[in-house]
Nanobody, 119 residues
Framework: QVQLVESGGGLVQPGGSLRLSCAAS????????MGWYRQAPGKERELVAT???????NYGDSVKGRFTISRDNAKNTVYLQMNSLKPEDTAVYYC?????????????WGQGTQVTVSS
């Protein structure tokens, strides 16, 4: 099992910045990738960014060039630095971890943290 605890959401003005954190605990040695997804009201959950254990990253098209995902392996924590925020970035942001065990992939999700971009 993997437990994920997110923090760092809040209200920010357009053009502002926020940093989200996601701390993992439990069976962390078998985690192969972590990332962030978001879901706005009335929309499906979408990819924001992912990062593998070797540091390879992947970003959703709408956040490329504005958001940066990083990880601190010593703290078992993944960060999402969000710059140049837009109102359309408003959503609940969920941390995700993909764990590989016994030949199967297991997905784990955090409880979500609200990000609101508004003047």
């Amino acid at each position: 099992q993997v437990q994920l605890v997110e923090s760092g959401g809040g209200l920010v003005q357009p053009g502002g910045s926020l940093r989200l954190s996601c701390a993992a605990s439990g069976s962390i040695l078998s985690i192969r990738a972590m990332g962030w997804y978001r879901q706005a009201p009335g929309k499906e959950r979408e990819l924001v960014a992912t990062i593998t254990g070797t540091g390879s990253t992947n970003y959703g098209d709408s956040v490329k060039g504005r958001f940066t995902i990083s990880r601190d392996n010593a703290k078992n924590t993944v960060y999402l630095q969000m710059n140049s925020l837009k109102p359309e970035d408003t959503a609940v942001y969920y941390c995700n971890a993909v764990r590989l065990a016994f030949g199967f992939e297991y997905n784990y999700w955090g409880q979500g943290t609200q990000v609101t971009v508004s003047s």
